[in-house]
């Protein structure tokens, strides 16, 4: 089952998919991945069938976590945590996509430095920040002592080491800790894979407060949000040969947002971090209505084995899963009028839009079991225990709701802030 594909990109919302509607399906998966690692050493990042050497990240640890946080049970969960603990501080041998590539440089500097002769530093260092998020995560989860997981509470604030304040975006740094002279945002340059720093500054998807914070506040994050969709497509990209997801993006014609392509897809729902989720369900909307159809060119770019597609069934239900590893389903805008969901456990959830249209795409207010409900997120036990969810929606934004502090998903700074309170 997993073919032609990486976890960094594909699995990141295929896998909560999984555990909300198919959890026996993943716990089958758990015991394999036990088996993976007993049989080879290591966790598999892109196996078709055994190790591959392709794509970057260790997001092993995102699948493992997500699937405990969740509620799976009956599989080892006791390897699976020392097989994390080992790819998180060790590389493969012979196939350098298992593990870490580069593991000495990011434990050592809290980056991987683009002057070290490894490729993709920048996208390396995301990912291990939000693989450290979460293994910390799980090992909580497991009362693992503070002595064990502190280090990966660290590690995981590691994503500030590549952020530029200047440029305000995330970008390649040398091993002696200056930026190079020059950058330029939107060159799709060796620091990325398959991508520029546009589509990567947003992978913090453990802590989106942290970003902003980074960025200087809400304001300035929303602008460089917004400035996504307005940045023109075709700059830069001449420090690489032409790839087919660059192409994608310009035929998309929508600025930097290369949603052909996985990295960026969890974009537009940040809004809902900042006090302005109305954005999230007009570019929600938007992407839907755009960049899919229902022929044999449906798919704006790569499918990958699940993640475009689950990007899409996730949206149409009016929420998407951001950070795998939290119970948290950030909100965007349905876009049918009735969906119901029959779980394993033999619950239902209910999804209602009665005032939908293509041109009432906005929130004006939602019902939880019959409950005003003002988060920007829904909570997985909620839907788990079944549940009726209303959205009452309009061809206007309502700007009063989800602005509350409060009402933003998970940010990991903010669990951090209020457990030294
Ligand atoms: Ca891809």
Redesign the pocket.
């Known amino acids: 089952m997993f073919t032609d594909t990486g976890f960094w990109?594909?699995f990141r919302s295929l896998f909560p998919f999984l555990n909300l509607l198919y959890p026996s399906m993943n716990t089958k998966m758990q015991e394999g991945l036990v088996n993976a690692y007993k049989e080879s050493g290591f966790l598999p990042e892109w196996a078709s069938p055994g190790h591959r050497d392709i794509m970057v990240g260790n997001n092993s640890a995102s699948v493992v976590a997500d699937a405990y946080i969740k509620g799976l049970k009956g599989y080892d969960i006791e390897t699976l945590w020392e097989a994390l603990k080992h790819g998180a501080n060790n590389v493969h041998p012979t196939v350098s996509a298992s593990g870490r590539k580069g593991y000495q440089e990011y434990n050592q500097y809290g980056y991987i430095p683009n002057d070290v002769n490894i490729t993709q530093n920048v996208a390396r260092t995301l990912e291990y920040a939000y693989d450290d998020w979460a293994i910390y995560t799980l090992g909580k989860k497991l009362n693992k002592p503070e002595k064990e997981i502190g280090i990966y509470a660290k590690r995981a604030m590691n994503y500030k080491n590549v952020f530029d304040a200047h440029y305000k975006l995330m970008r390649g740094r040398k091993a002696d800790g200056s930026f190079p002279a020059k950058f330029e945002g939107t060159d799709w340059s060796r620091d990325f894979t398959?991508g520029n720093s546009w589509h990567y500054s947003w992978s913090v998807f453990h802590d989106p407060q942290g970003l902003i914070d980074l960025m200087g506040g809400k304001p300035a994050f929303i602008n460089m949000l917004d400035s996504v969709f307005i940045i023109p497509g075709a700059k830069g990209m001449k420090s690489r040969s032409m790839i087919h997801?660059m192409r994608e993006m310009q035929v998309m014609n929508m600025g930097q947002y290369a949603h052909g392509?996985?990295p960026i897809q969890h974009m537009v729902y940040l809004y809902n971090y900042a006090g302005e989720p109305w954005k999230a369900q007009y570019w929600a909307r938007e992407v839907m209505d755009k960049l899919y159809a229902a022929g044999p060119d449906g798919y704006c770019?790569?499918e990958?084995n699940g993640q475009t597609s689950a990007w899409y069934v996730f949206s149409a239900l009016g929420f998407y899963p951001v950070c795998p590893g939290t119970d948290q389903y950030v909100i965007g805008s349905p876009l049918f009028n009735s969906v119901k969901l029959h779980l394993e456990n033999g619950k239902e959830v209910l999804i209602e839009a009665p005032d939908n249209n293509k041109n009432r795409r906005y929130i004006n207010r939602i019902e939880l079991n019959g409950q005003s409900y003002n988060k920007n997120y829904f909570l997985h036990p909620d839907l788990q225990a079944g549940a009726k969810i209303v959205y009452h929606l309009d061809a206007q934004p309502n700007k009063e709701r989800g602005i509350a502090a409060d009402d933003a998903p998970y940010s990991f700074s903010k669990e951090m802030l209020k457990s030294k309170k």
Do not use: L
């Open positions: 990109d594909t398959e997801e392509n996985q770019g790569d990958d």
